[in-house]
Every structure is written in structure tokens, then in C-alpha cells.
């Protein structure tokens, strides 16, 4: 109950906007459960009094009758209408902060979970969540108007009130073991699902890559798996539902027996009329049946809730799903230089990625890193930009410690372009005007001159309104990059660190991507991941990274007399295959 409460005061704090519809909603609510009470509850009195002399009193008690289900027909629709306003308005406002929430998550509690658990949390929880006010109210209006036919029978006999009161408090344990019972294989049901929506997107967004791999097979078998899990575990739900269910079943019809039995034995003992005995047998449906039914469903409703709720609620508040920290220090002008200091760093705290790392980036020159695969360049660009923390050492940002920046300070100023930019599917220019809301058309042919992308934009029957695809599929390798090059460009970041295509780019799409480099020169600090000479020979440095830290630099010649890992790199054209 604690916890039901608690939940639905969290959810609340999303839905607060649309107070108006939810107090719209209770009222009508109250007055559902008023009309139901004291209907039976008239009915009652008419039943324990009635005489041949009431028959205008009956045909007066008709016609209010038919008002009261006209007032309950206009209730039942300003119900829906407001419903729903509270409900979108509610998911929406959940969809939101849950999302920005995964967008804080440490980058390395996003690698180690599947999308598929954000993904169930972002629409089918939230929805189930905001169904609690809705659905589950009406659930909660039922359970009270049924409170009205239990009144009623007091009113009628109070032997037959304590006898269903009995029964009813008896089939509520069982329901209540039965959620309880259901409740936990629903999680597992659940937490399988998560897993089948993790995989079902990685068919469609890897479709691509499946085809390529020719995996279709492999892949298929192991979505099947897991959806054949997914249904054992439905099936264990269900399965207990049923077990119960069938229980409570037959319970109930043994009860409607005694019910029998009591209600002939209080007629031979002449403690009721035959009449008023039929008018309890009557009442046998709302309670044994309508009052359970809604107890159970309302009970399903909040086990429900509750299950979406921790879920949603554990990425926004536990501790579990970890936020990434930033400072609170701001750079306003960044000047453009930064610094490894004896940085080392695992990603799982045993296996060492760089170790004692050392480096000196200076404003507007242009750095190559060279080293095998798997040395840890890439690793050093992400840890400058904090998307992972390093356990040792410092990385200074004009001379601040990164840990001590606020988040703009260091993501506004820093520029991955990688090996796979994720272009998004909206057009050219829109995925301009992400980084750069008020971008003028003039800027954005600027960038893209300078990316060197405005030929191949030119040519396109919708030039920048030309939509690219999900992850940019309908660009080369070559273009998305120089589109990732534009969108630094656009958003003005000082430092723009390349992770060079280690696949085959031809001659003409490399050449293309060397000129966008050489144009930014002396105005941008760029650092470029190097798999062939060619990109790196005309830079100011040259470094290269063995062992997990930088164990010479200097330029293209200085490195060939003097470095031998270099030397050999560069006769096998530094590609690493
Ligand atoms: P490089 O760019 O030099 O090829 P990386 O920086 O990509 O090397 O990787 C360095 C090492 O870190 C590799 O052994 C790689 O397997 C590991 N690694 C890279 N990314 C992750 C990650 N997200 N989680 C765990 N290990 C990783």
C-alpha cells in the first residue's frame, strides 16, 4: 500500500498539468459511486417495506431511475474525454524525463545493458503507469459502488450481510495470493520481454549488417530462442492465473450452495419472507462475483503499476543505473589545448587499457596518433570527451581539471568524427539544425562547403532537404563523415578529433576527406586517429601509442629514423588489418 502511494505520488508530480481533468475525472467519479450506492440501497428499502399500496411509488421510483442513467451515460463520457487528456499528457511528461534520464546514464551502463530495457521502459511501462489513474480508477469506482449492495443487505438481514461478508473476505486472500503468485512471474515475463525488444530492434537496425555477415540463420535461431523463453514465461504466468482461478471457481459455486442452503433454512425458520429471500439470492452475482472481479482487477492493476513504476522509476532515482558527474566550472572562450597526465584506465578495472598515458595537445596544430589496433586510441578520445572516467592520473582541458567542467565545457567544445558518424534519419539540413537550432541557410552551405560536401549536396534532387536514412544508410562511408565534419563545423567546436575510416575508402572519397581536414587546419586543434600516411605526414606531430602510452613523437621524419614500431607501421602503410 506504502509503496502503491508512493508510486502514485511520483507519477502525479508528471501528470500535475492536468489537474483540471483528473479532479474532473474524480468528481465523476464520486457521483458514479454515489448513484450506485444508494440505488440498491432505495431498492432495499423498498424491498423490506413494500405493500399493494406502493405501486405509484414503484412507477415514481422508475422514472428517477432513467434520470439517474442518463446523469450515469453524460458521466461516463466526460470521464473518457478527461481521461484521456490526463493520461496522454501524463505518459508524455514520463516519456520525457525518462528519456533525458537515459541520455544522463554512464556510457558504461548503456554498453553493458540492451536497448531493449530502455525501450519497454520508455513506452510500454510509462503507458501502464499512467493507467493506474484512468483504468485503475474506474476499477477503484466499481469496488466502492459494490460497497452499496453490501450496505443494502445489512439493511435487508444481517445474517446473510455477516455470511457474504464471510465469503467475500475469503475469495479477496485468495485473489490477493493469486497477484501476489502472478505478480512474480509477470517480472520474469517481463524482464524477458525486455530481451526479445533488444533483439527484435537489433534485427531491424543491424538488417543490414546480418544480411552481410550472412547470419540470418544464426540470428533467427537466437531470436527464437528467446521468444520461446518469452512464452514458456507467459505461459508459467498464465498457467498460475488459471491454477487459481479454476480454485476460485469452484469456491464460488460452493458458496452460491450455502447460499442456497442458508437462504431456505432462514425461510423454514420464517426469519425472512420468500420474497425478501429472493432479493438476497439476487445480490449473490455483485457479491461473490462483480465485487471480486473488481477487487482482483484492481489488485492486477496496482501490482502492475507498481512493477512499471520501479522500473521506470529505478533508471530516473536508483542507484543502479549510474549518472554520469560533471563539474561546475564553465569555459566561455575555449582557447583549444589539452593534456593526459599520467592517465591510466580499464574499462572492467582488471585488464588496463592505457597505463601512466602522457600527451600535450596544443591550440590549432594538427596531432596523428598512430599504434596497432586495439592500443587504445579510440579509448583516449572518449575518455577526453568523459564519456568513461579514468581511475588515475588527469585530463586538462585548457589547464582544467575535465572532472571540475560542467558538461557544455567539455561536449561543446570536443568533436568525435568517427569511424561510423550516426547520421540521424532527418534531412541534411535538419541534422545541421541539431547542433545548431537558429543555423542560417548561409552557415549551413558554408559547413558543408568547407566539408567539402556541397558537390554531392548540389546534385541531389532535394539538396539539403533530401532525408539520409536511419543511421544515414543512403550516404557513402566518406559522406557521412564529411557530414559529421559539417556538423562540428556548425557547432563551432574548438577541438575536432578524427577516428580515420580504417575500412577502404577509394582514392577520390579519402582525398575529399583530406581536404576538409586540410581547410580547418590552423583555425581547430585536430587530432587524427591515422590508418594511412597519407592523412598524417603534413602533421605538426606525430604520436605513437604502444603499451597503453605514447612512447615517441615527433614529425613524419623525425619518426622515421628515429622510431622503429613507427618505421614498420608506415611499410605496411599503417593500416591495421
Ligand atoms: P583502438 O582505437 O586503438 O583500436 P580501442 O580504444 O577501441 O582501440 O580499444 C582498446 C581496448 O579496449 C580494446 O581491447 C577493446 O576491446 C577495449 N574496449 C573498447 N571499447 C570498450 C568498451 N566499451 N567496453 C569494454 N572494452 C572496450
Not at 508510486?7 to 508530480?13: A, E
Not at 536511419?470 to 559539417?486: C, D, K, N, Y
Amino acid at each position: 500500500m506504502k509503496e502503491t502511494i508512493k508510486n502514485l505520488k511520483k507519477v502525479y508530480s508528471y501528470g500535475k498539468k492536468y489537474k483540471k481533468s483528473l479532479i474532473i475525472q474524480i468528481v465523476c467519479c464520486i457521483i458514479g459511486i454515489i448513484i450506485n450506492v444508494t440505488i440498491p440501497l432505495i431498492s432495499a428499502k423498498l424491498i423490506v417495506n413494500f405493500t399493494d399500496s406502493m405501486w405509484n411509488q414503484a412507477l415514481f421510483m422508475a422514472l428517477i431511475l432513467l434520470c439517474v442513467s442518463f446523469v450515469n451515460e453524460v458521466k461516463t463520457l466526460v470521464i473518457r474525454k478527461n481521461t484521456q487528456i490526463f493520461r496522454r499528457g501524463t505518459v508524455r511528461n514520463m516519456q520525457m524525463a525518462l528519456g533525458r534520464e537515459i541520455l544522463k546514464l554512464e556510457q558504461s551502463t548503456l554498453d553493458s545493458n540492451s536497448s531493449g530495457v530502455f525501450i519497454q521502459r520508455l513506452t510500454n511501462d510509462t503507458d501502464k503507469m499512467s493507467g493506474m489513474f484512468t483504468t485503475g480508477m474506474g476499477k477503484l469506482t466499481g469496488f466502492l459502488s459494490n460497497i452499496g449492495s453490501f450496505i443494502a443487505i445489512l439493511i435487508i438481514d444481517y445474517h446473510m450481510f455477516i455470511y457474504y461478508l464471510l465469503a467475500a473476505i475469503i475469495l479477496t486472500i485468495l485473489y490477493y495470493i493469486k497477484n501476489e503468485k502472478v505478480g512474480k512471474k509477470d517480472i520474469e515475463f517481463r524482464n524477458q520481454s525486455d530481451k526479445v525488444a533488444g533483439l527484435t530492434g537489433e534485427l531491424v537496425r543491424g538488417a543490414r549488417d546480418i544480411k552481410m555477415l550472412f547470419a540470418k540463420e544464426s540470428f533467427m535461431k537466437e531470436l527464437d530462442e528467446n521468444i520461446k523463453l518469452q512464452s514458456e514465461k507467459n505461459f508459467e504466468m498464465r498457467n498460475t492465473d488459471m491454477k487459481f482461478n479454476l480454485v476460485i471457481d469452484l469456491l464460488k459455486d460452493f458458496f452460491e450452495f450455502i447460499t442456497i442452503v442458508i437462504l431456505v433454512y432462514l425461510v423454514t425458520k420464517n426469519a425472512v419472507t420468500v420474497a425478501i429471500a429472493i432479493a438476497l439470492y439476487s445480490y449473490k452475482t455483485t457479491v461473490l462475483t462483480d465485487l471480486m472481479g473488481t477487487v482482483s482487477s484492481l489488485l492486477e492493476e496496482i501490482k502492475s503499476f507498481n512493477i512499471s513504476s520501479n522500473r521506470v522509476f529505478n533508471i530516473i532515482n536508483s542507484r543502479k543505473y549510474k549518472k554520469e558527474k560533471f563539474g561546475i566550472k564553465h569555459i566561455n572562450k575555449i582557447i583549444g589545448n589539452f593534456e593526459f597526465k599520467n592517465v591510466s584506465f580499464s574499462y572492467d578495472n582488471i585488464n588496463n587499457v592505457l597505463t601512466g598515458l602522457n600527451l600535450k595537445i596544443k591550440e590549432n596544430k594538427t596531432y596523428g596518433i598512430v599504434g596497432k589496433s586495439g592500443e587504445g586510441k579510440t579509448t583516449m578520445f572518449n575518455l577526453l570527451c568523459k564519456l568513461y572516467d579514468i581511475q588515475e592520473g588527469t585530463i586538462l582541458l585548457d589547464g582544467i581539471d575535465i572532472t571540475e567542467l560542467d558538461e557544455e565545457s567539455i561536449r561543446g567544445n570536443i568533436t568525435i568524427i568517427s569511424q561510423n558518424p550516426y547520421i540521424f534519419n532527418l534531412s541534411i539540413k535538419e541534422n545541421l539544425k541539431l547542433v545548431k537550432n537558429d543555423i542560417t541557410d548561409e552557415e549551413i552551405k558554408k559547413a558543408c562547403h568547407l566539408a567539402c560536401l556541397d558537390d554531392f549536396i548540389n546534385n541531389l534532387p532535394n539538396g539539403y532537404d533530401t532525408i539520409v536514412g536511419e543511421g544515414g544508410v543512403t550516404l557513402s562511408g566518406g559522406q557521412r563523415q564529411r557530414l559529421a565534419i559539417a556538423r562540428a563545423l556548425v557547432q563551432k567546436t574548438k577541438i575536432i578529433l578524427f577516428d580515420e575510416a580504417t575500412s577502404a575508402l577509394d582514392n577520390e572519397t579519402q582525398s575529399q576527406i583530406q581536404k576538409a581536414i586540410d581547410n580547418l587546419k590552423d583555425e581547430y586543434t585536430i587530432v587524427i586517429i591515422a590508418h594511412r600516411l597519407s592523412t598524417i605526414v603534413n602533421c605538426d606531430e606525430i604520436m605513437v601509442l604502444q603499451g597503453g602510452k605514447i612512447i615517441d613523437s615527433g614529425t613524419h621524419k623525425d619518426l622515421l629514423k628515429s622510431n622503429k614500431t613507427y618505421k614498420k607501421l608506415c611499410e605496411t602503410e599503417l593500416v591495421e588489418k
